[in-house]
């Protein structure tokens, strides 16, 4: 593995959602730069094909199954496994779920597992360790938002919420460890392709490589930015999304969002699948 680009103070890192998508990048980058990953999802057979292949690279990697839809479960995980490690350097809380549903077909479960892994999965994640890493004076703190936290997009209302609440939760964790030795990574990638972008039907606008995108975070990670947004045409537009007025940003996301491409259709026959029985 190469020596170049190597993350100083970064010895052991864990990584949600490592299965596949952008936390398998991740993981493969880092070991790439030396750093020990550990790999946390739930399915088992693929986090170890991924572990497997970065160890034939000549990387270290193990794989940790995890479900940190399950909170309690997920803070023993990661306090056992900084025991083991005697402390981790990295903490990425990546894994997350996503899809897109028009809000007049919106049912709870499809709320209910977002909240879960995307909100207390992530919460969980980074706390679990916090306190040690304070105490230590050193650490690293990594979220996954998203460019969709920014604003409610069109058929996301649970997604743009979640990523919405992790995008103010490491803006104020990074405000309280100022000084601490410990710092915070929030990363709001536009469209990236994965697993869980394959399954979308609209355009989606500067949609990026996974090895590219890791390696913008890896990079981001080691210059210690407090935020890494890209791509900058999409984070540019994302940003200041806030401060147009609602009923401006109703028409502009409504016409400009991924509803561009059958503006003339109702919404639900871009984004849904038709149910059994539906035409
Ligand atoms: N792709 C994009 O365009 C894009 C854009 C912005 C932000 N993001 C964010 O990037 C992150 C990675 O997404 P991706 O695009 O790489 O999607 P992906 O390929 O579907 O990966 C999602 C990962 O999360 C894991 N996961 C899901 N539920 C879990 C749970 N309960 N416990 C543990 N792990 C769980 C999955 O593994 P298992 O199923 O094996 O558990 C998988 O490894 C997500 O937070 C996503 O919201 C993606």
């Known amino acids: 593995m190469g020596r170049e680009g190597r993350l100083e103070g970064i010895r052991t890192a864990w990584i949600s959602g490592a299965s596949s998508g952008l936390g398998a990048a991740l993981a493969e980058n880092l070991a790439r730069r030396g750093v020990e990953v550990i790999l946390s999802a739930r399915r088992a057979e693929l986090l170890e094909e991924v572990a497997a292949r970065i160890r034939a690279s000549g990387g270290s990697a193990r794989s940790l199954p995890l479900d940190v839809a399950d909170p309690e479960a997920t803070v023993r995980a990661l306090c056992r496994l900084d025991d083991e490690v005697g402390g981790l350097d990295l903490v990425i809380a990546n894994a997350g779920v996503g899809n897109s549903r028009w809000a007049g077909r919106l049912r709870w479960e499809d709320c209910a597992d977002m909240i879960a892994v995307n909100v207390q999965g992530a919460a969980a994640s980074l706390v679990a360790v916090l ?17 969709a936290g920014y604003r409610g997009m069109p058929a996301s209302a649970a997604y743009s919420a979640t990523k919405a609440f992790l995008m103010t939760f490491l803006d104020s964790l990074r405000l309280d460890l100022q000084g601490t030795g410990v710092l915070v990574t929030d990363v709001r990638p536009g469209f990236i392709r994965t697993p869980m972008t394959a399954a979308n039907r609209f355009r989606m606008p500067f949609l990026m490589e996974v ?4 390696e913008r975070i890896v990079e981001g990670i080691r210059k210690r930015k407090p935020i890494v947004a890209f791509p900058a045409p999409l984070s540019t537009a994302a940003r200041l999304a806030p401060a147009v007025p609602a009923c401006l940003w109703d028409w502009m996301a409504s016409r400009k969002g991924p509803a561009v491409d059958v503006s003339f259709v109702r919404p639900r026959q871009v984004f849904d699948e038709p149910e059994a029985g539906e035409g």
């Not at 306190?131 to 460019?147: A, K, N, Q, T």
């Not at 090895?211 to 890791?214: G, H, I, K, L, Y």
Request: net charge neutral; charged share 30%.
């Open 131 to 147: 306190p040690r890493m304070v105490e230590r004076g050193r650490g690293h703190l990594v979220g996954i938002s998203s460019l």
């Open 211 to 214: 090895e590219e995108a890791a």
